[in-house]
């Protein structure tokens, strides 16, 4: 049976968050980052469940105790327990693939390494594995050898795959893999036969190197949002000048060029603590059901970017979500979040 990679704003069921542990990464900041995800659950449930990992029952409690308050349907939100290292479900989480009429999902769960070994990753690459034993997903999980992240391919859904060379032939992922071995495991798995390659683009601050969710984003078949750098003095001017003619030079299947949309440059941020920058981008944001909820800074550009994806969903609500914490790890709003496709998540809520 073939299998296809479904696209994002493919219909969901719900979405997945993993929230951090009070002991974690997040510690210095774990008000602003549960802050942050208490926006995103509030904005997720008007339309579509909530599935988050949490790392122990007094969390869980805290949580369904707090989202009652804010009158969030005990029906749109399920609290599991699971050990987990971080919270970027998008890259531990599981990536669904659909047969032709959609009537039969799988989910693929990918070996994670923490971004090629570069932070402890054991629990969170056993966490999709750890939430089908608790009874939370309505299809069957396979797993999966190879070793990528869901922030790593973008596709249209008919068959192309958008990713960057940085990350996916990084010998730090699948060293033993040519660049023919992954397009082969790809459309195995995926069922594509175009893979576009970004050789250019990158983002200061960034640990995945290169994610194509933090650089260009497929918004429809045809459509393609993408980060410009419009100041020559910044840094990342040159790779992403590179980026944007590479993204002109693409074609869709029939041969016409994307309809490409620019999402602005926001003014750098540094951390405040060393002063390193860090990597905000517009490109992370998420599309759901009717919706699609966008990173801000608290920058001018906000508003642009806004009206820049307005154009590229003009049938879906735009909600704000401020992202100024999420930085500060390294990530954004796309990171945090895995969308979860119509028939993955059990209809029985657990928490």
């Known amino acids: 049976m073939t299998y296809r990679l479904l696209p994002e704003w493919y219909p969901q069921d ?43 029952e007094l969390t869980k409690q805290r949580l369904a105790d707090t989202f009652n308050a804010y009158g969030v349907p005990a029906e749109r939100l399920q609290l599991v327990v699971a050990p987990t290292d971080d919270t970027w479900a998008r890259d531990h989480g599981p990536i669904t693939v659909a047969d032709a009429d959609g009537q039969r999902v799988v989910m693929l769960d990918y070996t994670f390494t923490g971004w090629g070994g570069k932070f402890p990753a054991e629990r969170d690459n056993r966490l999709t594995q750890w939430l ?88 429809d078949p045809s459509t393609i ?27 869709q299947r029939n041969g016409e060029p994307y309809r490409l949309i620019a999402l602005p440059w926001p003014q750098a941020c540094f951390d405040p603590e060393d002063g390193h920058r860090l990597p905000a981008t517009y490109a992370n944001f998420l599309i759901i059901n009717q919706a699609v909820l966008v990173p801000t800074y608290g920058d001018p550009a906000d508003f642009t970017a806004l009206q820049a994806l307005a154009s590229a969903f003009p049938k879906h609500t735009l909600i704000p979500i401020e992202c100024t914490s999420v930085i500060r790890q390294h990530g954004s709003l796309h990171c945090l979040t895995m969308q979860l496709p119509q028939g993955t998540l059990a209809a029985t809520a657990i928490c």
């Open 14 to 56: 719900g979405i997945q968050l993993t929230w951090p542990r009070h002991d974690g990464d997040w510690a210095p900041l774990l008000d602003r980052i549960e802050a942050t995800l208490e926006r995103i659950v509030m904005a997720t449930t008007r339309y579509q469940r909530v599935l988050i990992g949490v790392p122990d």
């Open 225 to 251: 949002a993408y980060v410009r750098c419009d100041d020559p003095d910044d840094p990342h001017y040159p790779a992403l000048a590179a980026m944007e003619q590479e993204l002109q030079a693409f074609r």
């Open 132 to 219: 089908a034993d608790a009874g939370a997903w309505a299809c069957p999980v396979a797993s999966r050898d190879m070793v990528l992240e869901g922030g790593g391919i973008e596709t249209d859904g008919e068959g192309t795959l958008l990713t960057t060379e940085a990350c996916l032939l990084n010998p730090n992922r699948n060293p033993t893999l040519s660049r023919e071995d992954i397009e082969a495991q790809l459309a195995q798995d995926f069922g594509v036969d175009r893979v576009l390659w970004l050789a250019n683009g990158h983002l200061e601050g960034d640990d995945t190197d290169s994610h194509i969710d933090t650089l260009a984003r497929f918004c």
